[in-house]
C-alpha cells in the first residue's frame, strides 16, 4: 500500500496543466497547439482549450502502480494488458487529481482511485467469442475441437452464425474477415470463448489459444502436410510465394507453394484428427 500510495503521488507530482491559447486557432496552429512531445495522455477542455497530461515520468509511475496491482489483483492480471490498465490509472488520476499537488495525496484519494480504476474495469470485461482466420485445409473437412477452441471451415461457421440475421448484418460483421482470408487462401476459422477480459487481453488470448491449440493439429498431421498451418493473424507467409535471382545478367525465377494441407484429402486429415484424438484432448486441456 505504501508504494502504491508513492507511485500515486509521483503521477499527480507529474501532472501538467497548460492554460487554453485564449483567441481561435486556424488550420496548422491547431495542431501544432495539441502536439506537444512532453505531455502524455491529453485531456482537453473543449470550451476554454485548456489541457492537462502528464510528464513521461509520470507515465513511468502509472506503469509502476499497473504493475503493483496485478501483481495484487489477479483479476487484473489476467484480464488486461499492464499498459491499457496504466492509461486507465492516468485518465483517472487525471480526472481527479488535476490542480493538486503530490503532498496532499491520502489513502483516501488512493481509494477513490481504484474504486474508479475498479468501475472501469468492470466496464470493460465481458464474455466474448472471438473469431481467429487459420490456414488448415484449403478444403472443407468436419468441425473439431482442441479443448475450448473450435475450429470449423469457414462456409460452415458463416451459415451457422448468420442464419436467421439480416443479409446486410451478416455482410457488415462478417465481410472484413471474409475478405482478409480470401487474400490468404485461408479456409478456416477458430472460435475461443473468453471471460473476464477487456478486448485487447481478450484478443491477445484468444491468438494465443489458437496458436497452442494449432500445436496439437500439428501433431496429428504428419508435417509435410502440417508445416504451414498456422493462424493468418501471425506472421505468416502469403500462400505462394515468388522469388527473382539474377545470374550473369539473367533473371531466374521460382515459385514456392505454402499452401497448407497441400495435396492432403479430406478422409485422411479426418482420419488424422480421429485417431490422433489424445494428442488433441491433451492439448486442449493445456489451452484451457
Known amino acids: 500500500m505504501t508504494n502504491d500510495l508513492s507511485f500515486l503521488r509521483a503521477i499527480v507530482g507529474d501532472i501538467v496543466a497548460v492554460p487554453g491559447p485564449g483567441r481561435q486557432l486556424d488550420g496548422d496552429e491547431t495542431l501544432q497547439w495539441l502536439q506537444n512531445p512532453q505531455m502524455v495522455f491529453q485531456q482537453m477542455d473543449p470550451a476554454t482549450g485548456a489541457r492537462i497530461g502528464l510528464r513521461h515520468t509520470g507515465v513511468a509511475a502509472a506503469l509502476a502502480l499497473a504493475a503493483s496491482l496485478q501483481k495484487s489483483k489477479s483479476a487484473y492480471g489476467r484480464g488486461t494488458r499492464r499498459n491499457v490498465l496504466a492509461t486507465a490509472i492516468a485518465n483517472a488520476a487525471l480526472g481527479a487529481f488535476a490542480g493538486r499537488t503530490e503532498d496532499t495525496i491520502t489513502k483516501a484519494d488512493f481509494a477513490a482511485l481504484e474504486e474508479a480504476v475498479s468501475d472501469w474495469f468492470a466496464s470493460k470485461v465481458a464474455t466474448r467469442t472471438h473469431v481467429v482466420p487459420c490456414a488448415i485445409l484449403l478444403n472443407a473437412a ?80 504428419p508435417k509435410y502436410y502440417s508445416r504451414h498451418m498456422s493462424r493468418i493473424t501471425a506472421r505468416t507467409l502469403p500462400p505462394t510465394v515468388g522469388s527473382v535471382h539474377i545470374s550473369e545478367a539473367v533473371p531466374r525465377f521460382s515459385m514456392h507453394n505454402r499452401f497448407p494441407g497441400y495435396g492432403l484429402s479430406i478422409e485422411v486429415f479426418e482420419q488424422f484428427i480421429a485417431t490422433q484424438s489424445t494428442i488433441l484432448q491433451s492439448v486442449g486441456r493445456r489451452v484451457a
Open 142 to 221: 468436419k468441425c473439431f475441437e482442441v479443448g475450448p477452441v473450435q475450429f470449423s471451415y469457414v462456409s460452415d461457421f458463416i451459415k451457422r452464425r448468420t442464419t436467421g440475421v439480416n443479409e446486410f448484418v451478416s455482410q457488415l460483421a462478417y465481410g472484413p474477415l471474409l475478405q482478409t482470408m480470401e487474400a490468404r487462401s485461408a479456409k478456416w476459422v477458430a472460435e475461443v470463448e473468453i471471460e473476464g477480459c477487456e478486448f485487447e487481453r481478450a484478443e491477445e488470448m484468444a491468438n494465443l489459444a489458437t496458436d497452442l491449440a494449432l500445436v496439437a493439429v500439428q501433431f496429428a498431421v
